[in-house]
């Protein structure tokens, strides 16, 4: 079950990143007090009574003038209605009701999602609740008073959240089916290679950097299984700061990797390996799904015996970080490496799946440490009792030891390189857990 999206909606200035990085717990996006300057990260993993929930700032309103300002708004709120399960319409108190925000509950109010109207700057329930009441005339129903500088009335507004939240005791039966989130930068050819999966033109394509309107799923079968692929293109044609394309795109891949079992990361071999690659790639791997990279449209380029081997130390370079992808050249035009994609598809989904048995992971532990002894600090060193496997997609591991304090990230790889060597686990993130166990 992937974890509902909640979106902040709101005018320039009404408190989006201070809200977000209140429920974020930590500084993540930039606030200043100037309108405009969200920058950085757009999403956040948050969790409340035990309901996690994935949380984006739809941010990006410039107050160039009036119009542009509403035009933006629609553009964040149509972003809301399309990606989130629950829209917070945030407003604020001190400059109170404007134009703009009739306009945009309007739209809120007939997509049919639930909109919870919160109004910021509230500082003192006391003093303001007066004009609180103004809001009720947006029609979004009970306006929630919040200060997100003074984190006053947050829980009382995620208790709300959380209510429209689906119960996982009346979900639907679970898909078993794989499903395939297919990522990347608008123009990759994410819509060209499912079309030619499918054998028919079921995607809308265009040489016109994001012309697919929406996220959409489609099933493609092959050898009697069922796939489903997930073409997170969804970027709007109207959108044409280059800014506002790439964090509509984050918010796309967020929603979809949050489905997935495998992201398929389309590369342009044209463009080459970029910056926005690899954040994109980021995504997937925090979310520890499986991860494919497909390097697009290689029928155009000209090759010579070290073109295929100096573009995959380019990609590597680049996502230093996830060295376990699986990664393969192919064209959508021309069908080339097509097949192979499921080959690879299949060996990903059955590594995140795969079990390790305890007996045989502490034989590994133990050959390993025998050969590189675990770190030490001042004379203290960490021992490892014992290592055993908790869950799978993404195969986690929890090992006992003597003290967290003594571990370190480059001894972790390296015993995570010795399980790889065994087992392989291609494709697929190995996670880590370290739990302490003291000395009798």
Same mark, same amino acid.
């Given at each position: 079950?992937?974890?509902?999206?909640?979106?902040?909606?709101?005018?320039?200035?009404?408190?989006?990143?201070?809200?977000?990085?209140?429920?974020?717990?930590?500084?993540?996006?930039?606030?200043?007090?100037?309108?405009?300057?969200?920058?950085?990260?757009?999403?956040?993993?948050?969790?409340?009574?035990?309901?996690?929930?994935?949380?984006?700032? @739809?941010?990006?309103?410039?107050?160039?003038?009036?119009?542009?300002?509403?035009?933006?708004?629609?553009?964040?709120?149509?972003?809301?209605?399309?990606?989130?399960?629950?829209?917070?319409?945030?407003?604020?108190?001190?400059?109170?009701?404007?134009?703009?925000?009739?306009?945009?509950?309007?739209?809120?109010?007939?997509?049919?999602?639930?909109?919870?109207?919160?109004?910021?700057?509230?500082?003192?329930?006391?003093?303001?609740?007066?004009?609180?009441?103004?809001?009720?005339? !947006?029609?979004?129903?009970?306006?929630?008073?919040?200060?997100?500088?003074?984190?006053?009335?947050?829980?009382?507004? !995620?208790?709300?959240?959380?209510?429209?939240?689906?119960?996982?005791?009346?979900?639907?039966?679970?898909?078993?089916?794989?499903?395939?989130?297919?990522?990347?930068?608008?123009?990759?050819?994410?819509?060209?290679?499912?079309?030619?999966?499918?054998?028919?033109?079921?995607?809308?394509?265009?040489?016109?950097?994001?012309?697919?309107?929406?996220?959409?799923?489609? @099933?493609?079968?092959?050898?009697?299984?069922?796939?489903?692929?997930?073409?997170?293109?969804?970027?709007?044609?109207?959108?044409?700061?280059?800014?506002?394309?790439?964090?509509?795109?984050?918010?796309?891949?967020?929603?979809?990797?949050?489905?997935?079992?495998?992201?398929?990361?389309?590369?342009?071999?044209?463009?080459?390996?970029?910056?926005?690659?690899?954040?994109?790639?980021?995504?997937?791997?925090?979310?520890?799904?499986?991860?494919?990279?497909?390097?697009?449209?290689?029928?155009?380029?000209?090759?010579?015996?070290?073109?295929?081997?100096?573009?995959?130390?380019?990609?590597?370079?680049?996502?230093?970080?996830?060295?376990?992808?699986?990664?393969?050249?192919?064209?959508?035009?021309?069908?080339?490496?097509?097949?192979?994609?499921?080959?690879?598809?299949?060996?990903?989904?059955?590594?995140?799946?795969?079990?390790?048995?305890?007996?045989?992971?502490?034989?590994?532990?133990?050959?390993?440490?025998?050969?590189?002894?675990?770190?030490?600090?001042?004379?203290?060193?960490?021992?490892?009792?014992?290592?055993?496997?908790?869950?799978?997609?993404?195969?986690?591991?929890?090992?006992?030891?003597?003290?967290?304090?003594?571990?370190?990230?480059?001894?972790?790889?390296?015993?995570?390189?010795?399980?790889?060597?065994?087992?392989?686990?291609?494709?697929?993130?190995?996670?880590?857990?370290?739990?302490?166990?003291?000395?009798?």
């Amino acid at each position: 079950m992937s974890k509902p999206v909640v979106a902040v909606v709101g005018r320039p200035n009404v408190g989006k990143s201070t809200l977000f990085n209140a429920l974020a717990g930590s500084r993540i996006s930039i606030v200043e007090d100037t309108p405009g300057v969200t920058r950085d990260r757009i999403y956040a993993d948050v969790s409340w009574l035990n309901y996690p929930f994935t949380l984006i700032a @739809t941010g990006g309103i410039e107050p160039e003038s009036k119009d542009i300002i509403l035009s933006r708004m629609r553009e964040q709120a149509e972003t809301a209605i399309m990606t989130a399960d629950v829209i917070l319409f945030l407003t604020d108190v001190r400059q109170g009701l404007v134009d703009a925000d009739f306009k945009v509950a309007d739209m809120l109010r007939r997509s049919g999602r639930p909109v919870l109207l919160v109004v910021n700057k509230v500082d003192s329930f006391e003093k303001f609740m007066p004009d609180v009441y103004e809001f009720y005339n !947006l029609g979004l129903g009970d306006p929630i008073p919040i200060s997100a500088a003074g984190k006053l009335g947050l829980g009382d507004m !995620l208790d709300e959240v959380v209510k429209h939240f689906p119960d996982a005791s009346q979900e639907e039966e679970e898909d078993e089916r794989p499903k395939i989130a297919v990522i990347g930068k608008p123009n990759a050819g994410k819509s060209s290679i499912i079309n030619r999966l499918l054998g028919e033109e079921r995607v809308i394509v265009s040489p016109i950097a994001g012309t697919t309107r929406d996220a959409i799923d489609t @099933t493609v079968t092959r050898n009697g299984q069922e796939y489903v692929f997930i073409d997170t293109a969804g970027l709007r044609r109207k959108s044409k700061v280059k800014e506002e394309l790439e964090r509509y795109s984050i918010i796309r891949t967020v929603t979809a990797v949050e489905r997935c079992d495998v992201a398929v990361l389309i590369i342009d071999a044209e463009e080459g390996i970029t910056e926005q690659d690899a954040k994109i790639a980021g995504i997937a791997h925090e979310r520890g799904k499986g991860m494919i990279i497909a390097v697009n449209k290689w029928d155009l380029i000209e090759k010579d015996n070290h073109t295929m081997k100096e573009f995959t130390e380019k990609i590597w370079e680049k996502l230093s970080y996830m060295p376990y992808a699986e990664l393969i050249f192919l064209s959508a035009k021309t069908g080339q490496r097509l097949p192979k994609l499921f080959d690879l598809i299949d060996a990903v989904i059955a590594n995140c799946a795969l079990r390790v048995q305890t007996g045989v992971l502490n034989e590994i532990l133990t050959e390993a440490m025998a050969m590189k002894q675990p770190p030490s600090d001042k004379g203290k060193r960490l021992r490892i009792y014992y290592i055993t496997q908790v869950s799978v997609k993404p195969p986690t591991f929890v090992m006992f030891i003597n003290d967290k304090n003594l571990t370190h990230f480059s001894y972790t790889r390296y015993i995570e390189n010795q399980i790889r060597t065994t087992f392989g686990f291609r494709g697929t993130p190995l996670k880590f857990i370290y739990r302490e166990r003291k000395e009798k």
